[in-house]
T-cell receptor, first 114, second 115 residues
Framework: DVKVTQSSRYLVKRTGEKVFLECVQD?????MFWYRQDPGLGLRLIYF???????EKGDIPEGYSVSREKKERFSLILESASTNQTSMYLC?????????????FGQGTRLTVV | AQKITQTQPGMFVQEKEAVTLDCTYD???????LFWYKQPSSGEMIFLIY??????QNATEGRYSLNFQKARKSANLVISASQLGDSAMYFC????????????FGRGTSLIVHP
């Protein structure tokens, strides 16, 4: 069974903390994505990566950075967490060269910044 | 401008009835793919159905079908014989361009199935 696993289901952090959200996939996919989901706004792309050490900004990268040192792992970093980053974070992966294939998602991380 | 528009924030349907969830898209590419996902209250995103821009037939997967009208740029999801377990958020997504791999999502429609 294909799997994308996010390290935490729920997370509570303090304002100003550095926060790491980890995502691991076991499908050997080239592409990995981080989305943020807020009510009424749908899923918005924060960053994506199409290869190890490669990254591209999405629609809302401000306040975030990412790291992809290994193909299977894609980390989202909140350098200094703020309350407006309280949200649901979804990681996804997909193969690069199969256009008909859907993106596979992790279970999501509900982050609360207090 | 939004690339994916879902105009129904919430929908209600009676159990065993059919329901249509609307999705319109905006692209100038000739090659693109359209997806629907279901997100139950547990939060995971479940892939439902895919339609390619060059596909002649409308996609179907069990009780799900995609009403693809290319000229109108619409890709509506039809759920037949609704079940209580269909209550969830539904997202329409598009991947543009040949070889493109970044899905863009709509804002979602919340579907509630009444017994």
């Amino acid at each position: 069974d294909v799997k994308v696993t996010q390290s935490s289901r729920y997370l509570v952090k303090r304002t100003g903390e550095k926060v790491f959200l980890e995502c691991v996939q076991d499908m050997d996919h080239e592409n990995m994505f981080w989305y943020r989901q807020d009510p009424g706004l749908g899923l918005r792309l924060i960053y994506f990566s199409y290869d190890v050490k490669m990254k591209e900004k999405g629609d809302i990268p401000e306040g975030y950075s990412v790291s992809r040192e290994k193909k299977e792992r894609f980390s989202l970093i909140l350098e200094s967490a703020s309350t407006n980053q309280t949200s649901m974070y979804l990681c996804a992966s997909s193969p690069r060269t199969v256009p008909r294939t859907e993106a596979f998602f992790g279970q999501g991380t509900r982050l609360t910044v207090v | 401008a939004q690339k994916i528009t879902q105009t129904q924030p919430g929908m209600f349907v009676q159990e065993k009835e059919a329901v249509t969830l609307d999705c319109t898209y905006d692209t100038s590419d000739q090659s693109y793919g359209l997806f629907w996902y279901k997100q139950p209250s547990s939060g995971e995103m479940i892939f439902l159905i895919y339609q390619g821009s060059y596909d002649e037939q409308n996609a179907t997967e069990g009780r799900y079908s995609l009403n693809f009208q290319k000229a109108r740029k619409s890709a509506n999801l039809v759920i037949s014989a609704s079940q209580l377990g269909d209550s969830a958020m539904y997202f329409c997504a598009m991947r543009e361009g040949r070889g493109s791999y970044i899905p863009t999502f709509g804002r979602g429609t919340s579907l509630i199935v009444h017994p």
